[in-house]
């Protein structure tokens, strides 16, 4: 059980890691090299950027379990 926990917050730790070099900051990000000019004219564009933040707040949710039961089963 400890090694599945421990598995899921590695796997998710890297996910955020990923997710949030996506985001698109002040000066653009990461998140531009995938839409470039194109991306920018496109209406889909920001539904794209909520799915990112939805997905984002998911996977730190599952981070913050993982973490909170691994804490709880190693006590």
């Known amino acids: 059980m400890i090694t599945a ?6 796997l998710t730790s890297l996910l ?3 997710l949030i070099l996506l985001h698109k900051g002040r000066g653009g990000g990461l998140s531009d090299m995938f839409g470039g000019v194109a991306g920018g004219s496109l209406a889909g564009s920001t539904v794209v950027e909520k799915n990112l933040d939805r997905l984002t707040v998911v996977v730190s949710l599952v981070f913050a379990f993982s973490t ?5 089963r190693l006590t």
């Open 5 to 10: 926990f421990t598995v899921l917050l590695v």
């Open 16 to 18: 955020m890691i990923l």
């Open 68 to 72: 909170m039961l691994l804490s709880l």
